[in-house]
Nanobody, 118 residues
C-alpha cells in the first residue's frame, strides 16, 4: 500500500490550495479515503473523508464550507480543495486509508506541509 501526497505549500490567508493523494496497492474504489492534519504537539485530526463511490463525504466542523474532498476512482486519486484558508489551517496534511486483514490497519502517506501566513 502506498499513499503519496502532493500540493502543499505556503499561501496567504484567504487563499486556496489543492492537495492530491496518489494511492496504490489496494482496491481503491472499495475503500474510504481520508485527509488528516497534524500540528506539532497536537494529535492528528480528521479533516475530511469520502466513501468509495464519492457520494458520501464528511468534514470536520472547522473546515465545513471551505474544504471539499473528492476522488477519481479511474486514477486512484483523492483530492482536498482548500479555500478561504486561515492561519489555523497550517499543519502537515496526511492521506489515510484503513484496510481490513486479520485486523484493521491504518496506512498513511508521508504528509505535505500547508502553511498559511500573513
Amino acid at each position: 500500500v502506498q499513499l503519496v501526497e502532493s500540493g502543499g505549500g505556503s499561501v496567504q490567508p484567504g487563499g486556496s490550495l489543492k492537495l492530491s493523494c496518489a494511492a496504490s496497492g489496494f482496491t481503491f474504489s472499495r475503500n474510504v479515503l481520508s485527509w488528516y492534519r497534524q500540528v506539532p504537539g497536537k494529535e492528528r485530526e480528521l479533516v475530511a473523508a469520502i466513501g468509495g463511490t464519492g457520494s458520501i463525504t464528511t468534514y470536520a466542523d472547522s473546515v465545513k464550507g471551505r474544504f471539499a474532498i473528492s476522488r477519481d476512482n479511474a486514477k486512484n486519486m483523492v483530492y482536498l480543495q482548500m479555500n478561504s484558508l486561515k492561519s489555523e489551517d497550517t499543519a502537515v496534511y496526511f492521506c489515510q486509508v484503513r484496510l481490513a486483514a486479520d485486523r484493521m490497519y491504518d496506512y498513511w502517506g508521508q504528509g505535505t506541509q500547508v502553511t498559511v501566513f500573513s
